[in-house]
Nanobody
């Protein structure tokens, strides 16, 4: 069984920063891609950022580009999301996802493994 566990969410003022962490445990995964998605109340889950296993390929949603940075730990089964210059519209539950596929997808339905989510709330 595979588990993804996120941490680091919380309440922050607009303009502040947070760093999310995601760790994979249980059965060994290749986890060629790891990603962060988010879901705000009443909205669909949306892609935020993704990173390849080697750490050399990273892609971002336009809404977070230049503010967020995704990275992977040396163990490769850990991912981070550094969020800077946070805005109220960044408020959402943030989910970590992993997949063994070599193909990149920004669609939630294409990702096999998910964490339980961590709440990020940005106040004015």
């Amino acid at each position: 069984q595979v588990q993804l566990v996120e941490s680091g969410g919380g309440l922050v003022q607009a303009g502040g920063s947070l760093r999310l962490s995601c760790a994979i445990s249980g059965r060994t995964l290749s986890a060629n891609w790891m990603a962060w998605f988010r879901q705000a109340p009443g909205k669909e889950r949306e892609f935020v950022a993704t990173i390849y296993r080697s750490g050399g390929l990273m892609y971002y949603a336009d809404s977070v580009k230049d503010r967020f940075a995704i990275s992977r730990g040396n163990a490769r089964n850990v991912a981070f999301l550094q969020m800077n210059s946070l805005k109220q519209e960044d408020t959402a539950v943030y989910y970590c996802a992993a997949d063994d596929s070599l193909s990149l997808s920004r669609l939630p339905r294409d990702w096999d493994y998910w964490g339980q989510g961590t709440q990020v709330t940005v106040s004015s």
